[in-house]
């Protein structure tokens, strides 16, 4: 496997493989052409994030500044929106339904390392997958980590330190993240 292939599956990989490498360069550039566009011309944001993204739905907004390390592996649907500061860091992939919404500061993580202080300094990391399912708000400065998988109609309270799975509609909030109550329907 290359070390892409490796990074994708969620295996240990080098992230200074040039491949990588090469792509997170990719990433940043397309990402400061993005930050530096102006809020004015939509279209063409628009069509940055489409380039940028795995896929998108048609209808998508994203506020600058916004990070991640790839791009590709991030897949939203239809009425997407992220506010300002939004980090996803996209090792593994990140799968978004559709009609979400991002508040301010929230970082979505896939990325990982090692437990083991040997195995960490080795330079290897890996990433697990996150999936956030349809009619999601993540409040801000909330945090999603990595592997964890959310699902439709759910509310994360600002703040919030997501790191395990939680089904439908619920509200979650805390540190760690706990069903605070159901979304009644």
Not at 93 to 113: K, R, S
Not at 118 to 145: D, F, M, P, V
Not at 166 to 173: A, K, L
Request: charged fraction near 25%; proline fraction near 4%; aromatic fraction near 8%.
């Amino acid at each position: 496997m290359t070390e892409k292939e490796k990074m994708i599956s969620g295996h240990f990989y080098d992230p200074s493989d040039v491949e990588l490498m090469e792509l997170r360069l990719k990433a940043r550039l397309t990402t400061e052409k993005l930050n530096q566009t102006s809020v004015a011309n939509k279209e063409e944001r628009s069509k940055i994030i489409k380039t940028l993204f795995g896929s998108t739905g048609e209808n998508i907004y994203i506020e600058s500044p916004f990070n991640c390390d790839y791009g590709e592996n991030i897949y939203v649907g239809e009425n997407f929106y992220a506010n300002f500061g939004c980090v996803i860091l996209d090792v593994a992939e990140v799968h978004i339904g559709d009609n979400c919404f991002i508040a301010p500061q929230v970082g979505i993580y896939t990325a990982t390392h090692p437990i083991d202080p040997e195995q960490r300094i080795s330079g290897l990391e890996y990433g697990k997958t996150i999936k956030i399912g349809n009619n999601c708000w993540i409040g801000g400065h909330a945090i999603i980590n990595p592997g964890v998988e959310l699902g439709d109609n759910v509310v994360v309270a600002s703040g919030s330190v997501v790191t395990k799975r939680f089904g439908d509609n619920v509200v979650i909030g805390g540190n760690p993240a706990k069903v605070i109550k159901e979304v009644i329907k």
